[in-house]
Nanobody
Framework: QVQLVESGGGLVQAGGSLRLSCAAS????????MGWFRQAPGKEREFVAG????????HYVDSVKGRFTISRDNAKNTVYLQMNSLKPEDTAVYYC????????????WGQGTQVNVSS
């Protein structure tokens, strides 16, 4: 089993920034595609960003392109989500997720970290 632990959430004003971290253990981290998802109150969980095992490929939902950056440090078994120019609609619980190797089907999930953006 894979264990994922998110941190870095909090309350910020619109236009501010936050950096989320996800510490992973239990698998060959560098071989696994990783992603960030979010779930706003009353909404379905949605994909936010993804990154390949080597970090060479990244993917973003259109609403965060140009504002969010996903990255990873395989030596530290950690994935990051840098969030800039935050908007109230970014308010959600953010979840880290891991796929099995090179697939984009996410099988392992963290507990989530709350991000609140005030207007």
């Amino acid at each position: 089993q894979v264990q994922l632990v998110e941190s870095g959430g909090g309350l910020v004003q619109a236009g501010g920034s936050l950096r989320l971290s996800c510490a992973a253990s239990g698998r060959a981290f560098s071989a696994d595609n990783m992603g960030w998802f979010r779930q706003a109150p009353g909404k379905e969980r949605e994909f936010v960003a993804g990154i390949s095992g080597s970090g060479s490929s990244t993917h973003y939902v259109d609403s965060v392109k140009g504002r969010f950056t996903i990255s990873r440090d395989n030596a530290k078994n950690t994935v990051y989500l840098q969030m800039n120019s935050l908007k109230p609609e970014d308010t959600a619980v953010y979840y880290c997720a891991a796929a099995r190797g090179i697939t984009w089907t996410f099988d392992y999930w963290g507990q989530g970290t709350q991000v609140n953006v005030s207007s």
